[in-house]
């Protein structure tokens, strides 16, 4: 039977940690299917849990670092797989050159369209002189990569995949509407252009709440430009909670004022929960967001717009509803797991 293993730097919470456990999951409906996690002390057990039932075999390599390389090295000179995929700069980087070693084709996953400069020059060369190929999980960030000097050929393009889509979410009418943004606390995230068009909405619409859901560096400057801006008690900020579906799901807006995404797997869990999204137009998000249809989409840094279109939202009880219906089929149509699957099995069988 055919081989595939997946490298991935970690398990931690996050979108690429997440689409690398989905891929495993999809491709072992058809191979023997090896997942490596090459930092294995960092694994968050909702990962675990969504391959509990699948026959994907985990192997989290845990040691020094040097002897974390070696151990993983060792793994695919066990394994032999027909094709490596890998996801993250260190795993890509490393990836290749397992794959170079043992003549094993790989393949390496962009997860964004903005990469610091030193990684940009680290995932230019990975791609252009040691992988198979590398796959973008947006167009716009094939775009990107391939004016940035990868090689076209080298490119392709699958989006991330939302694995079990819910069933309608039924919202009453309330006194109080809910914003949400769910991301890492990272400068691509934007949340001072969030906070900053919050606090114009509350201005106009008191009825207005606004949750913040994530983690990470920018903690404590994210709870500083909540005190800045005056809305401390407009205002949660939950620390990488375990129920954020639910969350979604007691929400009525969704949020997103990041400068920099792929295929952003928040707005599409925003989407699964039946959501009408307002965003910024980056990445892929205009083939996500059909301005009028499932929300509005804005220009970076907007804080005018992005507020004008939250009140729209917060002041019409039924377009939040139509716009919600219409991300919930947006997401059914174009990133079912199914088709995430087929996309990358027709990859494999054009490299084997």
Request: aromatic share 8%; charged share 20%.
């Given at each position: 039977?055919?081989?595939?293993?997946?490298?991935?730097?970690?398990?931690?919470?996050?979108?690429?940690?997440?689409?690398?456990?989905?891929?495993?999951?999809?491709?072992?409906?058809?191979?023997?299917?090896?997942?490596?996690?090459?930092?294995?002390?960092?694994?968050?057990?909702?990962?675990?849990?969504?391959?509990?039932?699948?026959?994907?075999?985990?192997?989290?390599?845990?040691?020094?670092?040097?002897?974390?390389?070696?151990?993983?090295?060792?793994?695919?000179?066990?394994?032999?797989?027909?094709?490596?995929?890998?996801?993250?700069?260190?795993?890509?980087?490393?990836?290749?050159?397992?794959?170079?070693?043992?003549?094993?084709?790989?393949?390496?996953?962009?997860?964004?369209?903005?990469?610091?400069?030193?990684?940009?020059?680290?995932?230019?060369?990975?791609?252009?002189?040691?992988?198979?190929?590398?796959?973008?999980?947006?167009?716009?960030?094939?775009?990107?990569?391939?004016?940035?000097?990868f090689k076209p050929?080298?490119?392709?393009?699958?989006?991330?995949c939302f694995e079990?889509?819910?069933?309608?979410?039924?919202?009453?009418?309330?006194?109080?509407?809910?914003?949400?943004?769910?991301?890492?606390?990272?400068?691509?995230?934007?949340?001072?252009?969030?906070?900053?068009?919050?606090?114009?909405?509350?201005?106009?619409?008191?009825?207005?709440?606004?949750?913040?859901?994530?983690?990470?560096?920018?903690?404590?400057?994210?709870?500083?430009?909540?005190?800045?801006?005056?809305?401390?008690?407009?205002?949660?900020?939950?620390?990488?909670?375990?129920?954020?579906?639910?969350?979604?799901?007691?929400?009525?807006?969704?949020?997103?004022?990041?400068?920099?995404?792929?295929?952003?797997?928040?707005?599409?869990?925003?989407?699964?929960?039946?959501?009408?999204?307002?965003?910024?137009?980056?990445?892929?998000?205009?083939?996500?967001?059909?301005?009028?249809?499932?929300?509005?989409?804005?220009?970076?840094?907007?804080?005018?717009?992005?507020?004008?279109?939250?009140?729209?939202?917060?002041?019409?009880?039924?377009?939040?509803?139509?716009?919600?219906?219409?991300?919930?089929?947006?997401?059914?149509?174009?990133?079912?797991?199914?088709?995430?699957?087929?996309?990358?099995?027709?990859l494999i069988e054009?490299?084997?």
């Amino acid at each position: 039977m055919i081989k595939i293993t997946i490298i991935v730097k970690n398990l931690a919470s996050g979108g690429a940690e997440k689409q690398a456990v989905l891929l495993a999951k999809a491709l072992a409906t058809r191979y023997t299917t090896h997942l490596i996690v090459w930092n294995g002390v960092t694994v968050h057990d909702r990962y675990l849990e969504m391959l509990a039932d699948s026959p994907v075999e985990v192997h989290c390599v845990k040691g020094g670092y040097f002897a974390r390389l070696f151990a993983v090295k060792k793994l695919v000179s066990k394994i032999r797989p027909q094709v490596i995929f890998s996801s993250l700069t260190a795993a890509n980087f490393f990836a290749s050159i397992l794959g170079v070693m043992y003549k094993i084709p790989v393949v390496t996953s962009l997860r964004c369209t903005w990469f610091p400069k030193h990684k940009m020059v680290a995932e230019r060369f990975t791609t252009n002189w040691l992988a198979t190929l590398t796959v973008a999980n947006s167009n716009t960030g094939k775009e990107v990569f391939i004016a940035a000097g990868f090689k076209p050929e080298k490119m392709e393009f699958i989006p991330n995949c939302f694995e079990k889509i819910d069933p309608p979410v039924e919202r009453r009418e309330s006194d109080v509407v809910r914003v949400i943004s769910v991301g890492r606390f990272v400068p691509e995230k934007d949340y001072n252009t969030a906070i900053k068009a919050i606090a114009e909405a509350v201005a106009a619409n008191k009825s207005i709440r606004y949750d913040i859901v994530g983690y990470g560096a920018l903690e404590d400057e994210v709870r500083q430009a909540v005190k800045d801006a005056g809305i401390e008690d407009y205002v949660r900020i939950l620390i990488n909670p375990n129920n954020i579906a639910e969350l979604l799901r007691q929400a009525d807006i969704y949020l997103s004022t990041s400068i920099s995404e792929g295929t952003s797997n928040a707005i599409l869990e925003a989407m699964n929960a039946d959501l009408p999204i307002v965003a910024t137009n980056v990445g892929d998000n205009k083939c996500m967001v059909q301005p009028s249809d499932n929300g509005f989409l804005h220009t970076s840094g907007d804080v005018e717009s992005i507020a004008k279109s939250i009140c729209t939202l917060a002041s019409d009880y039924p377009m939040r509803c139509r716009m919600g219906i219409v991300s919930k089929r947006v997401l059914s149509q174009n990133y079912s797991a199914d088709m995430f699957g087929t996309h990358y099995m027709n990859l494999i069988e054009k490299l084997i």
